[in-house]
T-cell receptor, first 109, second 114 residues
Framework: DAKTTQPPSMDCAEGRAANLPCNHS???????VYWYRQIHSQGPQYIIH???NNETNEMASLIITEDRKSSTLILPLATLRDTAVYYC??????????FGTGTRLQVFP | AAGVIQSPRHLIKEKRETATLKCYPI?????VYWYQQGPGQDPQFLIS???????DKGSIPDRFSAQQFSDYHSELNMSSLELGDSALYFC?????????????FGPGTRLTVT
């Protein structure tokens, strides 16, 4: 699986959009970009995934660059409950998840 | 909606004892994954099963074994427990033939070895 690079930590004010970047310059053509988050000691939670098109669901939006070497997860209106570690993972669909160090997002009032 | 169920939620064992962790996937999900998360660490993949057959193996110690049963639930058996086995153990399930293959995680079992 391709390696990903994420900033170790980010802050975001409540009610503002949180934009979490991820670099995956060695991604292969058949690998998807997945985002998960883990709220303190809970099981990781699936957020969104995509191949090359931008995706949106009720939780977030995923913007993937045209060359697929990077992506951004957007939480449109961050709340205190969004404070968590966010993991960007690239994988072939049926593969295990390989968690990197992720981005620790702190949402403040 | 039904979620992944793990039992027990907490388990305390002594060194050299054995432990069995159970995972009940979301109904109709045919694939189960096991992950271990040590204190202050990120989750690490241990092993996975698809349709009751082992499909992938990660850094799982030889002291650990797992299987998936005909009702798709899975058990992780851990023997000769060591202090370093103290961790959160997560099970995740997915529907192998779905369009997304996203994995849904259970709440975890916290194992403490004393």
């Amino acid at each position: 699986d391709a390696k990903t690079t994420q900033p170790p930590s980010m802050d975001c004010a409540e009610g503002r959009a949180a934009n979490l970047p991820c670099n995956h310059s060695t991604i292969s053509g058949n690998e998807y970009v997945y985002w998960y988050r883990q709220i303190h000691s809970q099981g990781p939670q699936y957020i969104i995934h995509g191949l090359k098109n931008n995706e949106t669901n009720e939780m977030a939006s995923l913007i993937i660059t045209e060359d697929r070497k990077s992506s951004t997860l957007i939480l449109p209106l961050a709340t205190l409950r969004d404070t968590a570690v966010y993991y960007c993972i690239v994988r072939v669909n049926t593969d295990k998840l390989i968690f990197g160090t992720g981005t620790r997002l702190q949402v403040f009032p | 909606a039904a979620g992944v169920i793990q039992s027990p939620r907490h388990l305390i064992k002594e060194k050299r004892e054995t432990a069995t962790l159970k995972c009940y996937p979301i109904p109709r999900h045919d694939t189960v994954y096991w992950y271990q998360q040590g204190p202050g660490q990120d989750p690490q993949f241990l092993i996975s099963f698809y349709e009751k057959m082992q499909s992938d193996k990660g850094s799982i110690p030889d002291r650990f074994s797992a299987q998936q049963f005909s009702d798709y639930h899975s058990e992780l058996n851990m023997s000769s427990l060591e202090l370093g086995d103290s961790a959160l153990y997560f099970c995740a399930s997915s529907l192998g033939l779905s369009s997304g293959y996203e994995q849904y995680f259970g709440p975890g079992t916290r194992l403490t070895v004393t």
